[in-house]
């Protein structure tokens, strides 16, 4: 299972530069919500995947998110703290949640677990919106902006507020990815691949489910609960549909999409979908700098049925899952296989050959 | 009065539309996820047919439960039959169904409202309560095809071949069950009924994109509730499910009269995560 270094934290580096650098020339306030909203679902679907390592899918997940996005913004707005204070509040918050929710459904397995959360966010997220000091129906409005915050900082270093809010989003982001990472990959990561693989042998040895359970869905929590403090002063008003099941859901197609075997294939599901999913915003903002009348025109068009492009996420969704078992991470290891497989095919006929022509 | 026929309608609409997603759950033990979908594609085709073809709205209804009986064949035919051990990939197919209707539903409904013409005219007067025709044709004939299905599990070859492959896949198919056509009758049966439930709610609620959720949320709930295996069970939590949807809007306003029912719903299940009337279900 060694790997070289080198070779595991290429396709990382590749992620990290193309992070960095793009949002250097790409500069408009288009594209960098389109950035900002892949750097977001990214560290969504990891943490995600942290709870998953255990054996169990969580249908709770974009509800804390919720809960971080809603204890940030309440805070701020209602009680005017700092934003350097409600976010990593709105992150203990989520945790806090997570781990009273998570005590009793840390017994429930596979299925019914899920259901379970699945139930629970929808109930957290409903009585958040029937609450009045949350903005009810209509959502919470007037938060403080990161952009507008981080001002004085930008003109310093002659950048617009916004891009200098992506890069706070994406070091926080970087930080909360390489704590997963490191999570995932120490003693315990593996603890809770053994409790995945069998609860009971791992119990015998001495491994308590329940502690090594909440441990998991208090990590994950804390990141996605970060991650929507950030957004809440990010997008400065928030609304509970945006933070329903469809969020989850999406979440776990993102997983699903890159490829929930590997750490990284959760974040390439964040940005193909993220992508597909902006697509008409993404050529909008393309055409602007192109001078091909074409591509201009095509472009427009898209920007007009843009109501189509569902369809087009729901295709690659179809697509994965009918020809990728494992995702796009995944397409690798299957061509290796069926080249091995070819090439043990190839011998075996040769054998044949050989046997046919001494017989 | 009127709260126990509100009741009674919601409940037997939701066992109607819960059925099929029972079938499944029980007999290939996997979710699907896209049922609620379904019932709305089932709700939107008879309004397209009684609205904009002029079709009568019995006609339009069989005739949607017809085509959605053949949506559900072929379900089970590209999506449960090959891909049965593999919880992941059946989530991934549905939610890209649920993606696929839900922007149909966008598309058509836009910000108009729309809502099935009525099955029947009047009022009716019983025991000083006036409760509209409407609703007793729903309950009538949800009643009817419910009774018909519970015959068709509890008394006929078809529902005691349905009992055995619940139980054991492959023993059933050792004492020469093919279990494949039985899945694909009841898959078809099951999304037949969710459409006839989507025609009916359509007339009472109207029809909207987000309908299929909220019913994929109410599906869920009663038949987790309810347990692996258990037909009887869907029919108590179903009407329970009514009431509780019935009663607390009454009290609360906006969404919090729909938050209590699922918050109530999440503290059964933690005390009888299996369910309160079925079998756990390996998996």
């Known amino acids: 299972m060694k790997k070289s270094g080198f070779k595991t934290s290429l396709p990382f580096l590749i992620l990290l530069v193309a992070f960095i650098a793009l949002p250097m020339f790409l500069n408009s306030r288009s594209w960098i919500d389109i950035f900002v909203t892949i750097v977001f679902n990214m560290v969504a679907a990891v943490s995600l995947r942290v709870i998953l390592l255990s054996g169990n899918l969580s249908f709770a997940q974009g509800c804390f998110m919720g809960v971080g996005a809603y204890t940030a913004g309440m805070l701020a707005v209602h009680l005017g703290l700092p934003m350097w204070l409600t976010i990593p509040l709105g992150a203990v918050m989520a945790t806090l949640i997570g781990l009273i929710t998570g005590w009793p459904f840390a017994r429930l397995k596979t299925v019914y677990f899920s259901m379970g959360t699945m139930f629970m966010g929808q109930a957290i997220m409903l009585l958040i919106s029937a609450w009045k000091a949350a903005g009810g129906a209509q959502g919470l409005n007037r938060i403080p902006s990161l952009s507008s915050e981080l001002k004085g900082v930008a003109e310093l270093l002659g950048v617009k507020g916004y891009q200098a809010a992506y890069f706070v989003i994406l070091i926080l982001a970087i930080v909360s990815l390489v704590v997963m990472f490191r999570f995932e990959h120490c003693r315990i990561g593996a603890t809770l691949r053994a409790l995945a693989q069998s609860e009971d042998v791992a119990a015998s040895i001495g491994v308590n489910p329940t502690f090594y359970r909440l441990l998991a869905v208090g990590v994950a929590c804390f990141f996605i609960g970060l991650m929507g403090g950030v957004q809440a002063h990010y997008m400065t008003s928030i609304s509970y549909s945006s933070y329903s099941m469809n969020l989850t859901l999406w979440l776990i197609m993102y997983m699903m999409i890159g490829g929930s075997g590997k750490f990284i294939g959760p974040m390439v599901g964040a940005i193909l979908i993220t992508l597909v999913e902006g697509v008409s915003n993404l050529l909008t903002s393309l055409s602007g700098a192109s001078n091909s009348e074409a591509f201009v025109a095509f472009s427009r068009w898209i920007g007009e049925n843009s109501a189509y492009t569902p369809f087009l996420t729901a295709a690659v969704l179809l697509v994965v899952a009918y020809l990728l078992p494992t995702g796009l991470v995944g397409i690798p290891d299957t061509i290796r296989a069926a080249k091995a497989k070819r090439a043990e095919m190839r011998e075996i006929e040769a054998m044949m050959k050989e046997g046919g022509d001494n017989a | ?283």
């Open chain 2, 1 to 283: 009065m009127n709260i126990l026929i509100n009741t009674l309608v919601l409940g037997i609409m939701y066992i109607l539309a819960s059925l099929g997603f029972a079938f499944i759950f029980n007999m290939l033990g996997t979710i699907n996820l896209a049922h609620g979908s379904l019932y709305m594609v089932g709700a939107y085709l008879c309004y397209y047919l009684c609205a904009a073809a002029g079709v009568n709205n019995w006609v339009a209804m069989v005739i949607a439960a017809v085509v959605l009986a053949a949506v559900g064949l072929l379900l089970e035919r590209v999506m449960f039959r090959p891909f049965l051990a593999n919880f992941d990939r059946i989530v991934m197919i549905s939610v890209g169904l649920i993606t696929i209707g839900q922007t149909i539903a966008n598309i058509l409904t836009g910000n108009k409202a729309m809502v099935i013409p009525t099955y029947a005219k009047g009022i009716t007067t019983i025991a000083g309560t006036s409760i509209s025709n409407e609703r007793l044709v729903t309950f009538g004939v949800g009643l009817v095809l419910l009774l018909i299905a519970l015959y068709i599990v509890n008394y006929t070859a078809l529902g005691r071949q349905m009992e055995a492959v619940s139980q054991d896949r492959l023993g059933a198919a050792l004492q020469g069950i093919n279990i494949n056509r039985v899945s694909a009758i009841v898959c078809a049966i099951g999304v037949a009924l969710a459409a006839v439930a989507g025609c009916f709610m359509g007339a009472y609620l109207g029809l909207s994109s987000n309908m299929g959720d909220t019913m994929n949320l109410r599906i869920l709930m009663l038949v987790m509730l309810a347990g692996a295996g258990s037909m009887n069970g869907i029919l108590i939590t179903g009407t329970v499910m009514g009431f509780l949807d019935v009663i607390f809007p009454l009290y609360f306003a906006g969404n919090a009269g729909s938050a209590i029912p699922i918050a109530i719903i999440v503290v059964l299940l933690l005390i009888k995560p299996e369910g309160f009337f079925g079998h756990e279900l390996k998996m």
